[in-house]
């Protein structure tokens, strides 16, 4: 799975950027926060996070510049009748960190100001992702440590294990890295 690639823009648009890395060039969709930050950019090497979907007829590329984009993102196309496309008609009208206060702060009505989102998706969203954002928000301002482990709850999380177990077993893991700790529980959680 690619989770991040390093290289140039070869081609900007407003929700897409093809990306030339080691002279290969991908088709990647992004928001258009994300294509402002790319153009302030474009003339220097940029590493750009993926979020790759495969499906039956198509082997889809999502690129962001900031990890709170990305993770916003991944936890809004597991929102049933949230695509990827919904999501990033969301990121493109709100960056994530507006987004999320107006999920903290329950505006139903801005959420409805992204194009194809009405009344009822709305609602969905709200109540799917309530307290997301508070955690998220939290993860951005730890020690590089507790971020490390916070990633890998996110990971594990995103793998299908519930929140409870995953904390009950990260207590007694205390490796260092995202993958160790990710590692050992995945031994721990099977």
Known sequence: MITGMIGNIYKLEPTLVEFEVNSIIYKIHISTNTSYMLHANKDKKITLLISEIIREDAHLLFGFVED??????????????VGPKVALAILSTYT?????KII???DINALQRVPGIGAKGAGKIMVDLAGFF???MQTQNLPKNEGIRNE???ALQSLGFKSGDISKVLKSIHSSSTQDIIKEALKLLK
């Not at 709170?68 to 009748?81: D, H, P, Q, S, V």
């Not at 994530?96 to 999320?100: D, K, L, N, V």
């Open 68 to 81: 709170m984009e990305k993770a916003t993102f991944e936890r809004l196309i597991k929102i049933n009748g």
């Open 96 to 100: 994530s960190a507006t987004f999320g």
């Open 104 to 106: 903290q702060d329950k």
């Open 134 to 136: 508070s955690e998220l």
């Open 152 to 154: 890998a709850f996110m």
